[in-house]
């Protein structure tokens, strides 16, 4: 086979593989994904000849409360959700009405299909919660009565009461919600305006300004991207991927027969 034949057979299988690496690549870097923030710790080890270090990032322990219905509930039951929380106190008088009108549109912006006004809340992929911070006074009938009062749907929607050193133990050694921020957040009692985004593997992922219309907008974008987040923890599928695109090699094997038979052709009549 002349240098000219062997050249087309090498374009040939090269443009579509190519092609299809490519995309794969961009897909996969295209979105820039909320960074992590509570490190752990970082592990070290070798891999043909070269030390990887790999960061340990925290993972928030589950807790245990009940919600406006009286039901006691694990903030962890329904595995692979993404969180939205937040603090308040039924007889807040400042920022804790705002916070959770703000939370009520976060909710409905989440609705099945994209439309709000169906109110048809899908509830497969995030849970909101919002920790009273005042537990003491905030019993399930005070904080039912403030759910209703606010329009709380409780399809996907807790606020939590319970034990006042639980709640505060999982505020600040957990979530860390002192950290981060200069807004100051006393260890007394956590009266603070932010919103706290937790991954499906439970980690932490950004801290949002709960009355700030542009903040609220990056904490809504920051959810599709986790949404669409690829668990690093499994292989890459991709050239399990090519072994499955049947379509992609029947059109390779198409365009060699087809350099094949030309150069064959041409080359009889020469």
Known sequence: MSKKSLFGLFIALIIPIGCYLWLKSASDTAVSMPRH?????????VEKGKTIDDSIWHTTKDIRLVNQLGDSVNLYQHAGKIIIADFFFTSCGSICPKLTRNMAKMQQSFTRGGNSRKKVLDTNFIQFISFSVDPDRDSVPVIREYANKMGVASDNWWLLTGNRDSIYKFAFEEMK????????????????????????????????????SASMLKLAKDVGYLMLEKDKTKKSKVFQDIVDLSWLWLVIALLVSSFVYYFTKTRLKN
């Open 177 to 212: 919600v002192d950290q981060f921020s200069t807004e100051p957040v006393s260890p007394d009692f956590v009266h603070t305006s932010r919103f706290v985004l937790i991954d499906k593997r439970m980690q932490v992922r950004g801290y949002y300004n709960g009355l700030d």
């Open 37 to 45: 923030y509570l490190l752990d710790t970082v592990v070290s080890h």
